[in-house]
């Protein structure tokens, strides 16, 4: 027989080897374990004691301490045994601990005495213990108490539970005891610890030396069985049989096992490499809601790690956290069997922070006993596809709004024609009705009047619809020196009577002394009117404020600029930035184009200026645009 195969039998018997250096390990250890806690006992025993001492000499300090306070008391009262019962200490004393107070002279003669009728007093046939307190020079105080009574009241409950406590003189003769009848002898060898008594233990009031071979003994009452009983042996023989049966059968069954588990790793492995190179994200859930499963692919669409997701119950990680009520009823309803078969879209929040748009699908999970355990989802992220989709709905939205504004140019484009005539017309027949009524000496101020401002406004009318031409034939703006003042009060003019009409209170206050600038003063005006009606628009659905609606057109110099603010009491920008609300195609209102600002701001831009808005600290919104100076002298400045 060669070695090997003897070897490979004879580890056959290790598991057996093992098992009974197992047993006398556990037996040694068990022997070792009932030393250890017969020292902890003793240990513990030896505590107790102490405590149980210290304790005691407390109690009697404590007791001290009330006899002089009574004797305090007495001092300069008669002696007598009314004095002493009508002392509240003593009534107390006599309930606590005391058998009976005694007031002596200085001869030692009984002045007085009260007994108790108490549990003390049951106990008077003992040996009693006594204390002592000078009342003042007049005499002493002695206190009676049984030594059974401060076990009795001074040993802790639990503690007189567990041990026998004692009082025992050097004679080994018990002086109290905390059972009704101590039998010394019938103790048997029970673990026990004396400790020597200190403090004023006194036999007699008259003696002043303590009792010094008093000492205190605490015996544990159920020491416990210290031995292995016999029963552990009879196991112990039945066991290593036993175990080298287990052996055996253990050795042949993990034999079967290692082939399964070799398939099962196989299989496993070749399932896990199909899951995370697949693009699809897969989630497994059972019908609480709880992670069991997910593959890479979910891991890195979510940006969390597989260990953080595992177990996670609603509200997930990747949920956006300003739509967790809306996320919670859907997932109710899914994990309710009420998931759509065709898939639903949900947006998710990446761990960056970013958002992102998915489809999801979700079937039953199965296990291999065919019963239902919780849903399988599928998930897509149709980010990128949503991105898609949505700029070429704006394209689509962008290309019709500008066919519609190109639409819009020419038909502006031909009005601005046709209407030249007829305000021509106006002017005309205003200034023939003006000279009419010249000829005929009318002197009417009224009439005339109303003629005048008829021709101004038709001739301002004309000049409003030439600049639109100008503009949408894309011709530069007409630079003039001009009054931005005129300009800024032709505009407030035009609009009072819609803002009285409105509720709305339109007030100017404008810098004195602002130099000329260099503008088209019809596309300033322009621009003023619109930021103006604005700030009417926003304060129009609004309830009233305290102060009323106001619009405020201001103006000063800043530098080299001329700069004119139109401030409102309104609702504000509402975290609206200039370059949000000048975008072309945006507006705040239902039925705007959304090119207003955007126009606004070209004009000032092509003036070399800067339109600006902002919020306001008291409520409202302010825009802004500036102007540059016109620094160069008037022409006709020459001539003077």
Known sequence: MTPRPLLARSLWLAPLGLSLIFVMGVLAWVRANEADEREQQRQTLISDALSTEAQLRDRIAEEQGHLRQLAQGLVGQSPSEAALEHQPAVGA?????????????????????????????????????????????????????????????????????????????????????????PLRAAQGPRPSYRVALTG????????????????????????????????????????LPLVAAASWLTRRQMRQVQRAEEAWRTEAAWRRA?????????????????????????????GLPAERLVGQLPPM?????????????????????????????????HASGRMLEVMVFESPLVDAGGRQIGWMGSIIDITERKRLEDRERRQVETLAHNARLTMLGEVASTLAHELNQPLTAIASYGAGVTNSLAKLGVQDELVLGALQRLGQQAAHAGRIVARIREFLTRREPRHETCDLHEVITAAVELLKRDCQRRGVSLDVALAPGVPAVLADAVLIEQV????????????????????????TVSSRVAGEFVRVDVQDNGPGLQGRRIEQLCAPFYSTKAEGMGMGLAICRSIIEAHQGVLDASDVASGGALFSFSLPLNREPHPEAHHV
């Open 93 to 181: 004393g006599l309930r606590r601990l005391w058998q009976s107070v005694t007031w002596l002279d200085t001869r030692n003669r009984v002045l007085a005495e009260v007994s108790g009728r108490g549990e003390g007093a049951r106990l008077d046939d003992g040996l009693s213990l006594h204390l002592t307190a000078p009342v003042g020079s007049d005499g002493t105080l002695v206190v009676r108490y049984p030594p059974a009574l401060l076990l009795k009241r001074g040993v802790p409950w639990w503690l007189a539970r567990k041990y026998d406590v004692q009082l025992v003189d050097s004679a080994d003769q018990v002086i109290a005891s905390s059972t009704e009848s």
């Open 200 to 239: 004023p233990l006194r036999a007699s009031p008259l003696a002043e030396a303590a009792l010094t071979d008093a000492a205190l003994e605490l015996t544990l009452r159920d020491p416990g069985i210290n031995a292995v009983r016999p029963l552990a042996w009879v196991l112990v023989a039945g066991f």
């Open 274 to 302: 199909m899951e995370d190179s697949a693009l699809v994200a897969l989630r497994a859930r059972d019908f609480d809601g709880r992670l069991l499963y997910v593959n890479r692919t979910f891991c890195d669409m979510v």
């Open 317 to 349: 990680p990747y949920w956006p956290t300003d739509a967790h009520e809306e996320m919670t009823e859907r997932n109710r309803r899914n994990l309710a069997g009420h998931a759509p078969r065709e898939g639903y879209e949900a947006r998710w929040q």
């Open 528 to 551: 003023v009117i619109n930021l103006a009606r604005n700030a009417a628009d926003a304060l129009q659905p609004l309830p009233a404020p305290a102060g009323g609606r106001r619009i």
